[in-house]
């Protein structure tokens, strides 16, 4: 007869997944992701021009890298909800990014006869 008992093995507990940052009712994409990229790009965009970026820019620099362009549009809207970027703050910064206008010089009066 075998008197042996069985000691049970403790399992490892599963390491926890990490939750995505979650604000204004929207949770950030997992890094590495398509969705992601789109987010890191929007960031990038921002960072560089000190201003929210534009969803056109968004558009193209995803774009470039073969990123469907349903999925940078419905990330884009997520990115500006997570962010709080408004309407008016979107504004602005196409405001900002257009070039100046140029400044006319006044007509030179036409010269006249003496």
Same mark, same amino acid.
């Given at each position: 007869?075998? /008197?042996?008992?069985? &000691?049970?093995?403790?399992?490892?507990?599963? @390491?926890?997944?990490?939750?995505?940052?979650? *604000?204004? %009712? +929207?949770?950030?994409?997992?890094?590495? &992701?398509?969705? %992601?990229? +789109?987010? =890191?790009?929007? /960031?990038?965009?921002? @960072?560089?021009? *000190?201003?929210? #970026?534009?969803? =056109?820019? +968004?558009?193209?620099?995803?774009? /470039?890298?073969?990123?469907?362009? %349903?999925?940078?549009? &419905? *990330?884009?809207?997520?990115?500006? *909800?997570?962010? %709080?970027?408004?309407?008016? /703050?979107?504004?602005?910064?196409? =405001?900002?990014?257009?070039?100046?206008?140029? +400044?006319?010089?006044? @007509? #030179?009066?036409?010269? &006249?006869?003496?």
């Amino acid at each position: 007869m075998n /008197d042996a008992v069985e &000691t049970p093995v403790a399992e490892e507990p599963k @390491a926890a997944k990490p939750r995505n940052e979650s *604000q204004n %009712g +929207v949770s950030k994409p997992a890094a590495g &992701t398509k969705t %992601g990229r +789109v987010w =890191e790009i929007a /960031d990038a965009i921002s @960072a560089k021009l *000190q201003r929210p #970026a534009l969803r =056109e820019e +968004v558009m193209r620099a995803c774009e /470039d890298e073969g990123i469907n362009r %349903g999925t940078i549009a &419905t *990330q884009y809207a997520r990115w500006t *909800q997570f962010y %709080g970027v408004s309407k008016e /703050d979107r504004q602005a910064a196409r =405001e900002a990014a257009k070039p100046p206008k140029p +400044v006319k010089e006044p @007509a #030179a009066p036409a010269p &006249t006869e003496a």
